[in-house]
């Protein structure tokens, strides 16, 4: 391709609206642009990336006896309702009408479509282990897009679906697309980890997350650098370890005016903010109908919401933080003086276990300048006991070893799960096995983000100056910039070189533009083609300039040696 003809809208300037550099760069290189919120197109270079990934994931798909499918974007209301997750996917989801008032939606995800497809036709146990998978658009309207490509309310996934007589054959695939998925990161030479995950709105109860690290990700993961412990913030188990010593003392109310914060109260009352049982208050519309929630943790701890929410079965869609007004309703005091004794109204309370062990604690009174000294789980409170309702912090126990959690940022780009019977149940898919009986299908499903990893890579693949491309995943493999394409020793050169590198199957771009030599060495870095040749003033002795993106140190070269070198960075890579 010559960049005279190339569609490549370079922005010299940051955009302002981009907050990341992987949203800057795919800005300024010209390979996406905005549509709407979270709606993006992708431009020629974006779209030779995009192809590279999703050819990377093919045929490492293929490679793990997955079968390529491609289904509608559009979905009938009829099979989400038979899932019970019409109802329960919630405002991610964008639903449309047919002009007959039929209800449809633009798939936020696949299951229930797979499951369908294949649930009338598949009937013998001859007939699984079955694994198919697709590259397709998907939709979910996402409360906060964002980081470009990242967060967006259109993008590609790659959707994978297993299924399976038992559940020994749904953990063989669920590990056999895991390997799957080492090598697609692999291959797209991204720096990842793999943590287990909580399942949320797909069920089940075993999932990982596949997390190219990055300062910038929005998953935060804990993991231990003495035993294989990863998991994301939401599932990460917390263990804390308690003070169950003392004897129960009598309840004392203390007029606390004016302290506003658990350290401040801390210290009026001569104690830690460990010593304190903290109210985390929330409301839930999920029926229609007001309920308060409430999570009971040590004061010195934060809540972690996923874990509140999966134990009081609500989806966090359907929950918000309660007003002033429901906590006053709640315990007839302002906030702030919030305490689990003496409360009104239709709530559920649900204690951090690790609170039912101690003695003594502080408490609100549910009185304006008042707290409560000495409560003590069932004699003075009572609800629903949760093990661990705690978010993890750098330097919690490992599970796993004596060492200790660390935490780190990153961005999410694949996600297995294992689903076991869910979906059959629900939807019905069942086989006749051997001795001709029914049984469920044990299924997994399995995305990997294209376009997300499109952003990844950048993210992980740049310097000031622009993109780094891995070789695999390069729009081009290799620029020849000619730096006077007037001077026909100059052009006539890069044009050999040209057409030599092009019929040899290799991804050349060639800068035939009349453009200053500083503007097309800006545009080449910027769009980080990996490996340069410049042909200059040696032309006329054969000699050219070679160097890489990511080094971008000059290199002379006879153009019989230019050749071989190209040739080794090429193949090598491709082996
Ligand atoms: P997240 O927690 O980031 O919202 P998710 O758990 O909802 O992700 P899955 O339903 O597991 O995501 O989807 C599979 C993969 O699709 C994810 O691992 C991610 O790489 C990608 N993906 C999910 N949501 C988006 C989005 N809004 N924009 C781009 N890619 C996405
Ligand atoms: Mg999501």
Sequence with gaps: MRLSKLYMPTLREVPSDAEIPSHQLLLRAGLIRLNVS?????????????????????????????????????????????????????????????????????????????????????????????????????????????????????????????????????????????????????????DYTVVQGDSGAMGGNNSHEFIALSQYGEGVIAYSRDSKYAATDEKAQVILDVDESGTIADLEEVHTPNIKTIEDLAAFLETSPEKFGKMVIYESFANGEKEVLIALIPGHRQLNETKFFNAAGVNDFDVQVATDETIKELTGAEPGFSGPIALKGRYRLFIDERLTRMKNLVVGANKTDYHLKNANYKRDFDGIVVEDLLLVEEGDKDPLSDGVLHLDRGIEVGNIFQLGTKYSKALGFTYLDEDGKDQEVYMGSYGVGVSRSLAAIVEQHHDDDGIIWPMEVAPYQLIITIINPKDQVQNDLGEKLYKEFTDQGFEVLLDDRKERPGVKFKDRDLIGIPLRITVGKMAGENVVEFSTRREKVNENLNIDQIKEKIENFIIAKSL
Excluded at 139 to 163: L, N
Excluded at 167 to 179: A, F, H, L, P, V
């Design 38 to 190: 979270g709606i993006y197109s992708y431009l020629p270079l974006g779209y030779r990336v995009i192809r590279k990934i999703e050819q990377i994931n093919r045929e490492e798909m293929d490679r793990a006896g997955s079968q390529e499918c491609n289904l509608s974007a559009v979905q009938a209301k009829e099979m989400w309702e038979e899932s019970g997750r019409w109802a329960t996917f919630g405002p991610e989801m964008f639903k449309l009408q047919d002009r007959n008032a039929r209800e449809f939606c633009l798939g936020p995800t696949h299951e229930e479509y797979f499951t369908t497809l294949v649930r009338d036709e598949v009937r013998s146990y001859k007939q699984l282990p079955l694994s198919l998978y697709q590259i397709q658009t998907k939709y979910r309207d996402e409360k906060r897009p964002r980081f470009g490509v990242i967060r967006a309310r259109e993008f590609i996934m790659k959707d994978a679906y297993s299924f399976d007589k038992d559940r020994k054959g749904m953990e063989e695939s669920y590990q056999i697309m895991w390997d799957a998925y080492e090598k697609i990161f692999d291959r797209m030479d991204l």
